[in-house]
């Protein structure tokens, strides 16, 4: 294997699972350094949880991981810090020392650790480790060490990614690496929950997830309608990036955002671009600007009523989304309850 050319060394390692390819770099050094120059384009270790999570004194069945600056840890730092911070670099990263830049950004409003220590845990399929970085890095040598941890963990594929509360800062992201590392700079996950509160942070760091099946964004409270476009772009253009979005208890303000995404499938050119599957869920909305031809399978329960309908764009006979749609008809609550919108594959 060794004198066959590069492009069909990498064909045949893509076929390879991490762990083999963990067992391969120990047999000689050609096979490391190959598997270690294309490791973006190769497998990934496995992991079932990412997450960011309030550090307390005791966390159970769980190991919990601090970084003392001792001068024993500091010499340890230089062992695994792969980055030489000199010149520019070096100022800018003494500049944010000294501003005090976080390395996580809260947000949800509502969430607040009462002893500011936060925790990036990692559940192993087995065991559950919660990394204690800094909030306010406070010297190169931290900054070293949270470069080498983000670097480590974007190596890695997660069932579930839960920034539900906080989110990495997109300004130590920039910091810490160089342009070319941030093109391929991905939280790589199954299942990505994110608090959607602030829209333009949202966008920011939909730029460094990578969604392999669905994205939920958690949308109450939110009633910024001067932020919709953000939102509303990314479900119009980003389909080949995106599977599925649940967008869970969006308010009223989230009625016209459907009413556009539905005109959009039956009137718009660049349809192909849309997200295939969109679910709102949770909703307690009033009504909403049906288009499309009624179908005739209704389903009624005691409480509720699903209506389903076809819509095909006027461009393209061809390219059709079904809507399906969930109305509570109970004494206390005559809403809708959950609107779907699937792409039909022919």
């Not at 990412?50 to 550090?55: D, F, K, P, R, V």
């Not at 670099?89 to 000294?98: E, N």
């Not at 010297?139 to 539900?164: A, D, G, P």
């Not at 979005?245 to 556009?260: D, E, G, H, M």
Request: glycine share 2%; aromatic share 12%.
């Amino acid at each position: 294997m060794k004198n066959l050319p590069v492009e069909i060394k990498l064909k045949i390692l893509k076929y390879f699972d991490f762990d083999d390819l963990f067992s391969l770099k120990q047999t000689n050094r050609h096979f490391r350094n190959l598997i270690f120059k294309y490791e973006d384009d190769l497998a990934r270790k496995k992991h079932r949880s990412l997450s960011i999570i309030e550090c307390q004194e005791y966390m159970p069945n769980s190991v919990i991981i601090d970084l003392p600056l001792t001068s024993q840890f500091l010499d340890k730092v230089k062992r695994f810090a792969d980055y030489e911070c000199t010149g520019l670099t070096y100022k800018k990263w003494k500049s944010a020392i000294a501003r005090q830049i976080p390395l996580y950004l809260i947000i949800n409003e509502k969430y607040s650790p009462l002893n500011k220590k936060i925790a990036l845990s990692v559940d192993t399929f087995g065991e559950l480790f919660n990394l204690h970085l800094p909030l306010f890095p406070k010297s190169i040598e931290y900054l070293k060490i949270i470069r080498y941890w983000l670097k480590k963990i974007v190596r890695c594929v997660f069932n579930l990614i839960n920034f539900t509360n906080c989110v990495f800062n997109p300004e130590i992201i920039e910091l810490l690496f160089d342009r070319e590392e941030i093109q391929k700079f991905k939280f790589c996950g199954e299942t990505i929950k994110i608090f959607c509160q602030n829209t333009n942070l949202f966008k920011f760091t939909f730029g460094y997830l990578e969604i392999n099946k669905n994205i939920y964004l958690i949308c109450n409270g939110y009633d910024n309608m001067r932020e919709f476009n953000i939102l509303l772009n990314i479900l119009l253009n980003e389909g080949n990036k995106i599977p599925q979005v649940y967008i869970n208890r969006p308010n009223k303000y989230f009625v016209a955002l459907c009413n556009q995404l539905l005109e959009h499938i039956e009137t718009s050119k660049d349809c192909p671009k849309m997200v295939p599957n969109i679910v709102f869920n949770s909703t307690e909305w009033p009504n909403l600007n049906i288009r499309g031809i009624e179908k005739n399978s209704n389903t009624r329960t005691n409480f509720s009523i699903i209506k389903e309908y076809e819509i095909t764009n006027i461009h393209n006979s061809n390219l059709k989304f079904s809507l399906r749609i969930q109305v509570f008809t109970s004494r206390r609550l005559n809403a809708i309850r959950e609107v779907i919108i699937k792409r039909i594959i022919n």
